[in-house]
């Protein structure tokens, strides 16, 4: 793309462009300039294609006796008994915080006041876990997320913020256009999130160039490294070699979805960088990473098919048989956590249990729910254009009473 576009990775910006970024820091739109020679690097179905094609070379699977679906993979997976156990709090018996219908104003004030109590006597994670697993309350989600995530903001995190700040003032990188690019193609054209656009130029380009970030890599199991490049004119030269971007992140189609909603919880530009970095480093990363691990984006595609396999076997056939694959429809939801995909408040309250529960398994739970939830339209088509223009649009869907009515089942 570098070469294609004749732009450099990275170079010094000019007094004058300082200058301008520097006093358009809240509108980040008019530097952005033209756009049309940049395309997405990747996006879902390419990501989906790669993963599809992995294998064991130790393992030789007999097709004959089992059909694993599109992943190839065994990767061992909770069960949908071990699932029920592990979400045991959103049975159908339990009052959710954010289940709508069956919260009273009573319940919601006695909900507030404990959440209250477990923050201001500062108790451990696990506490404030546990209390999570109910739902957050939209006026505390954020002191929620924070604890959670063992976030305490501070002097420190104002000066880290304005020194990425000053990266980005002071260096521009090719990367920028693929995020300018991807908010202009994703949140701009969302009806909720395209007022929070400026906003995320600023998250995007600070991420960008946050070096620890590379922590990800350190803490993968897979072994995976960022991807690299060479000074200038030193290519090949090992010791010249530098992370690139400085983040070690190439991002995707759909990339600034995964930061956009965290907008309506926090207010400060400060605060919001640093949830969204934590969240990121911690659950997001996996999305997107090649691993084995079964909290990673292979485990959780393998579990959404075993998962349809028990629960509705009767479905999962007449899919095979016509020959449509769910996970080519689930993939995308997964990959964005369901970003862009479900209304607002109900993405906050999916990514309360994540936080809760510490796991991404309940992408994978939802992605399930939702096929089993539209199985009576799904097993009268037998073509696959009709079967994914039943799920072209998932955004009416109550998250909550949707898991209590698939686990309680």
Wanted: with cysteine; net charge neutral.
């Amino acid at each position: 793309m570098c070469t294609e576009v004749n732009l450099p990775l990275a170079r010094r910006r000019n007094e004058s462009e300082m200058r301008s970024v520097r006093r358009h820091w809240n509108e980040l739109g008019h530097i952005s300039g033209d756009l049309n020679r940049f395309r997405p690097v990747y996006s879902a179905k390419d990501f989906l294609d790669v993963i599809c094609v992995l294998v064991n070379p130790n393992l030789k699977i007999d097709e004959a006796f089992w059909n694993p679906g599109l992943i190839k993979i065994p990767i061992v997976t909770k069960s949908f008994v071990e699932i029920k156990a592990f979400y045991s709090d959103l049975c159908p018996n339990i009052i959710q915080y954010c289940s709508d219908e069956t919260f009273n104003e009573a319940k919601e004030e006695e909900n507030i006041k404990l959440a209250l109590q477990i923050l201001e006597k500062k108790l451990n994670i696990k506490s404030v876990r546990e209390y999570a697993r109910r739902g957050c309350p939209s006026s505390l989600r954020g002191k929620l997320w924070s604890a959670m995530l063992n976030i305490e903001h501070s002097n420190w995190h104002v000066t880290y913020f304005n020194y990425l700040k000053q990266n980005v003032i002071d260096f521009d990188l090719l990367v920028d256009n693929l995020y300018f690019k991807d908010v202009k193609l994703t949140a701009v054209n969302d009806d909720q999130l395209f007022v929070f656009e400026d906003y995320l130029y600023q998250m995007l380009l600070l991420f960008s160039r946050d070096t620890y970030v590379q922590s990800c890599f350190t803490a993968s199991a897979s072994g995976c490294q960022p991807t690299r490049s060479f000074i200038k004119k030193k290519s090949g030269v090992e010791e010249c070699s530098v992370v690139y971007p400085p983040n070690g992140i190439i991002p995707f189609y759909g990339f600034s979805m995964l930061v956009a909603p965290m907008c309506f919880v926090f207010e400060d530009p400060v605060h919001l960088y640093f949830i969204f970095r934590q969240f990121y480093i911690k659950y997001f990363f996996n999305l997107h990473h090649i691993s084995a691990a079964p909290n990673a984006i292979i485990g959780l595609c393998v579990l959404f098919e075993s998962l349809l396999r028990q629960v509705s076997s009767e479905l999962w056939f007449h899919l095979q048989d016509i020959q449509v694959q769910p996970l080519r429809i689930a993939f995308k939801w997964m990959m964005r956590a369901f970003s862009g995909y479900l209304a607002c408040n109900q993405l906050l309250a999916l990514w309360d249990r994540i936080l809760a529960y510490d796991s991404l398994e309940i992408l994978a739970v939802l992605a399930v729910a939702i096929f089993v939830l539209r199985k009576g339209n799904v097993l009268k088509e037998s073509s696959e254009t009709a079967i994914e223009a039943i799920f072209s649009d998932i955004s009416s869907i109550k998250v909550i009473p949707l898991l209590q009515f698939f686990l309680g089942s």
